[in-house]
């Protein structure tokens, strides 16, 4: 019986330890990129647009080609030096909580864009659900803590971002 105790316990605390685990991948791809990054950006999902005649029109792509969608950024701030050292700290900060809290609406209006060597990795947010999708390389990528969700959205407004953020 105890040694199915110490075998529950530890299979219980595993998920756990992944989630507090750093996520050296990502601080090292972020430090290593050419340029971050980060916009505020018309709504790419979550809403259907109809034309005055009832047809469907479709929601602009956050990338085209492989590249950002320029055309669509309402924001931008490509990070470097302090600015740069201190969204790394925020973004790759290992989860620390228990619980995920997300709501559905999924209509992001920001997004991070990390570029190597001409290939572009995202990470498109949406504040208001606090859930966000991502680029293929960039699906390791765990939820959002409720901490690290409060620290980029006031990252955002610090560097300026007005866009679906504040009232203004």
């Given at each position: ?14 998920p756990?330890a ?30 259907v ?62 997004a ?32 959002f803590d409720?901490?690290?969700w ?19």
């Open positions: 019986m105890r040694l199915l105790t110490i075998i529950s316990l530890f299979i219980l605390t595993l756990l992944a989630f507090s685990q750093k996520d050296t991948w990502l601080r090292t791809k972020v430090k290593n990129a050419d340029t971050v990054l980060l916009v505020s950006h018309e709504v790419t999902a979550g809403i647009i109809r034309d005055s005649a009832g047809r469907h029109i479709p929601l602009p792509k956050l990338l085209n080609g492989g590249k950002p969608n320029y055309s669509i950024f309402k924001e931008q701030r490509v990070l470097s030096g302090a600015q740069l050292d201190t969204f790394i700290k925020i973004f790759a900060r290992p989860f620390q909580s228990r619980t995920i809290e997300m709501a559905k609406c999924f209509m992001p209006h920001h991070i864009f990390i570029i190597k060597n001409g290939k572009t990795s995202y990470v498109d947010i949406c504040f208001g659900c606090q859930r966000f999708e991502t680029s293929k390389d960039m699906q390791q990528l765990y939820a409720s901490r690290k409060t620290e980029l959205y006031d990252f955002f407004v610090k560097l300026g971002f007005k866009y679906e953020l504040t009232d203004e």
